[in-house]
């Protein structure tokens, strides 16, 4: 991993952003919702390193809670796609006869857009942070499986697992011990990506207003406060847009990194 220049770019954004998100919240007092209409679009500064907003509220302070609950609504996405994705792409790849019906399910569902697919489970579900990482789960969980499905068809045709089958191991050793552990490298890839389209796609519901009711201070709510405000207070939508922007190029130079590392074939071209 360290030979991969991408990766450990990647993963010295990524470091960064959470060692500010765990280090600052202990040596400083982070009030994210204190409101002090009398320091109202005060600009960055040495008092406001991010300037404040219109009800006078610190906008780093913010940024950083909005950076906590982005990782955690990503990470808990990352964690329930790969399970259910992992589960359902190995019964469909595994299972010829259930192969079928469990992709055109999944093609169902992707022939919606992601956004749109989850801004519908989240408006359904009603505004909250749980039901926005339940929508993009269930978004997500069909690309993770398509991937695995793809992989566990080519794995289970190998000789390895012929011989397996062969010399008479049963079904579970031979998806769990045989063909399992071989499609994990494209699913890490995946994952990675799904980590930061999760985050982006957070933001764009929490942009919505399909999110946490304010005044929960997530990136997507942030910018929407000062969308109207772009002329007067432009750090308002400046300071939460270049944090999404800086955590999804991490995530997807990990990704890059992770996919040249892991894949013998980029490793010959490079």
């Not at 982005?70 to 790849?93: P, W, Y």
């Not at 031979?174 to 399992?180: A, G, M, P, R």
């Not at 002329?231 to 990990?254: H, K, M």
């Amino acid at each position: 991993m360290r030979r991969q220049k991408l990766f450990v770019v990647g993963a010295t954004v990524l470091l960064a952003i959470l060692l500010v998100v765990v280090v600052l919240p202990l040596i400083m007092d982070l009030q994210p919702n204190r409101s002090q209409m009398r320091l109202r679009f005060r600009p960055p500064g040495l008092t406001h390193l991010f300037g404040t907003d219109n009800f006078g509220r610190d906008l780093l302070a913010r940024v950083i809670v909005g950076a906590q609950i982005s990782l955690v609504v990503g990470f808990c996405t990352v964690f329930v796609t790969g399970v259910l994705g992992t589960a359902i792409g190995l019964l469909a790849g595994y299972v010829r006869w259930a192969d079928n019906v469990i992709m055109r399910v999944m093609d169902a569902m992707m022939a919606f857009p992601a956004v749109l697919l989850a801004i519908a489970i989240a408006a359904a579900l009603g505004p909250s942070l749980t039901n926005v990482m339940i929508a993009l789960a269930v978004t997500y969980t069909p690309r993770t499986a398509r991937i695995m499905r793809a992989s566990v068809l080519v794995v289970r045709e190998l000789d390895y697992v012929e011989a397996a089958r062969a010399s008479g191991a049963s079904h579970l050793r031979l998806v769990f011990c045989h063909i399992l552990p071989n499609c994990l490298s494209p699913l890490l890839v995946q994952l990675t990506f799904i980590f930061a389209y999760a985050i982006l796609a957070e933001a764009a519901l929490n942009f919505l207003g399909i999110g946490p009711p304010p005044p929960t201070p997530t990136w997507g709510a942030i910018i929407a406060d000062g969308r109207s405000l772009v002329r007067e207070a432009p750090w308002i939508c400046l300071f939460p847009g270049l944090a999404i922007s800086v955590t999804v190029l991490g995530l997807n130079l990990i990704g890059d990194g992770l996919r040249d590392a892991l894949d013998p074939r980029m490793r010959v071209e490079t």
